[in-house]
C-alpha cells in the first residue's frame, strides 16, 4: 500500500466513512449486514447504521471480532485500521475453522456528529453493565461535576473551575482523580462519562450481531479502536483479561508483554477501574466462549487536553453555544482534531501499526 493509499482510507464524514467501508467489504468478497439506527439521524438528517463485514464460515469455533467507532469522533481512525486489515489481502483465505467480524460505527451517531457519546450522551463504553442490579456508584464525581462541567466556557468559568478541581487532587491523591474521571458515572445524565440507566440501542445491537453472527464461536480474538490515550501515534493497549491468567497470557504473546503489561497512560496514577466496557459485554454475550483481547489506543493530545476536550464537546451539547461563529468552528475543530488529528504522518503511522497488530491477532487465532 502506497502512503496515498494509507491517507485515502480516513474519511472526513461518516457518510464517506461508511461508503469506504462498504466497498471494501464488497471488494473483499465479504458479507455485508447493516443494522440501521430506528430512532436517529445524521447532522445532514441522513441514515445511521451500523455496517458489519463477516468473513468465513458462520459456524466457525474460532474467530477475530474488531470494532470501530465506539467513542464516536475516535470512529475514523477505527475505521481505516479496518479498511487496511480488508485492503491487505489477509481475509482472503481464512481457514476453514476461522471467521472475522468487523463491526464499522458501533456508535452510529457519535461517530456522524464528531462526539463521544451516543444520541443520549452516553458514554458507550461505560455502558455494559448490568442494569437488573443497582447501578455502581462514583460519589467522588458528583462531588466534582459543577467543575467539570461549568455552566459557562470562558476564561474566568475554567480558571475557576481548575482551582476547584486542583483543590480536590490535593486534597484526594492523582490516583483518586483519576479514578473519578474514568470508571464512569450513573447519576448525571448530562455528565461526562455517564454510563445510562438502561442498554443503549448500540448494545442491544451488539449483542444481537454477535448471537446471529458467531453463533458458534468457542475462541474469540477482540480488539476495539481507540483514540486518545498514550504517546502520540503510537499504540497503547488495555487488555482486559483477567491479570495473568490464559487469556492475558495469550495475549501477552501475540503482542508483547511490554506492551500489555504497560503502567503508562494515566499521568503517573495507576489504571484505574472501570465500569460497563464493551469488553466486558462481549465476554458475557459469547460466554461461555473464552476471549483474549485488548481496547487499543493511539496517542493525541496529553491527557489533561484530550480530557478538557471531551469537557468542550459536552458543553457544546449541554451549554450555551458561543455566539461568535468563528469561536465555535474553532470549538468544533478542537474536539475533532483532538481524536482523530489531521497530521498525515500520524495518520499513516496508526495505519501501519493498525495493520500489524491485525495481523498478529489472526496468527495468534491461527495457533489458538
Not at 204 to 223: D, G, M, Y
Not at 251 to 268: H, K, M
Not at 281 to 300: K, M, S
Request: proline share 6%; hydrophobic share 40%.
Amino acid at each position: 500500500m502506497s502512503q496515498g493509499d494509507v491517507i485515502d482510507f480516513y474519511a472526513e464524514t461518516y457518510p464517506e466513512a461508511r461508503a469506504k467501508f462498504q466497498l471494501a467489504v464488497a471488494q473483499s468478497a465479504g458479507q455485508l449486514t447493516s443494522y440501521v439506527h430506528p430512532g436517529a439521524v445524521g447532522p445532514d438528517h441522513g441514515t445511521l447504521a451500523m455496517d458489519v463485514g463477516c468473513f468465513g464460515a458462520v459456524d466457525a469455533p474460532k474467530a477475530f471480532l474488531i470494532l470501530s467507532g465506539t467513542h464516536g469522533g475516535e470512529g475514523y481512525a477505527g475505521s481505516a485500521a479496518q479498511i487496511a486489515l480488508l485492503r491487505s489481502g489477509a481475509l482472503d483465505h481464512l481457514a476453514p475453522d476461522t471467521r472475522v467480524v468487523l463491526v464499522h460505527g458501533i456508535n452510529p451517531y457519535g461517530f456522524a456528529h464528531w462526539t463521544r457519546t451516543t444520541e443520549n450522551n452516553v458514554d458507550l463504553n461505560r455502558n455494559f453493565v448490568d442494569f437488573s442490579g443497582r447501578l455502581p456508584r462514583n460519589d467522588a464525581y458528583l462531588e466534582l461535576h459543577d467543575a467539570l462541567c461549568p455552566k459557562e466556557w470562558t476564561e474566568s468559568s475554567r480558571a475557576s473551575s481548575r482551582r476547584a478541581i486542583d483543590a480536590w487532587i490535593a486534597a484526594h491523591g492523582q490516583q483518586a482523580w483519576m479514578q473519578s474521571i474514568m470508571m464512569g458515572q450513573y447519576d448525571e445524565p448530562t455528565g461526562l462519562n455517564y454510563g445510562g440507566r438502561a442498554p443503549e440501542w448500540s448494545h442491544r445491537t451488539l449483542e444481537a450481531i454477535l448471537a446471529q453472527h458467531l453463533p458458534s464461536v468457542r475462541k474469540l480474538a477482540f480488539i476495539d479502536w481507540h483514540t486518545g490515550l498514550g504517546q502520540p501515534g503510537q499504540p497503547f493497549f488495555l487488555c482486559f483479561n483477567q491479570h495473568r491468567d490464559p487469556n492475558w497470557e495469550r495475549a501477552c504473546s501475540w503482542w508483547g508483554r511490554d506492551r500489555i503489561e504497560t503502567a503508562d497512560g494515566y499521568d503517573g496514577a495507576a489504571r484505574p477501574t472501570y465500569n460497563g466496557l464493551i469488553f466486558y459485554g462481549v465476554q458475557r454475550f459469547v460466554a461461555p466462549a473464552e476471549v483474549t483481547g485488548a481496547v487499543i489506543e493511539f496517542g493525541t493530545l496529553p491527557v489533561q487536553e484530550s480530557f478538557d476536550q471531551l469537557r468542550i464537546d459536552r458543553w457544546l451539547k449541554f451549554g450555551h453555544t458561543p455566539d461568535d461563529p468563528d469561536r465555535l468552528a474553532a470549538m468544533r475543530r478542537g474536539v475533532r482534531d483532538a481524536f482523530t488529528p489531521p497530521d498525515p504522518a500520524w495518520r499513516r503511522g496508526v495505519v501501519a501499526h493498525a495493520t500489524e497488530i491485525q495481523l498478529q491477532g489472526l496468527a495468534g487465532v491461527a495457533a489458538w
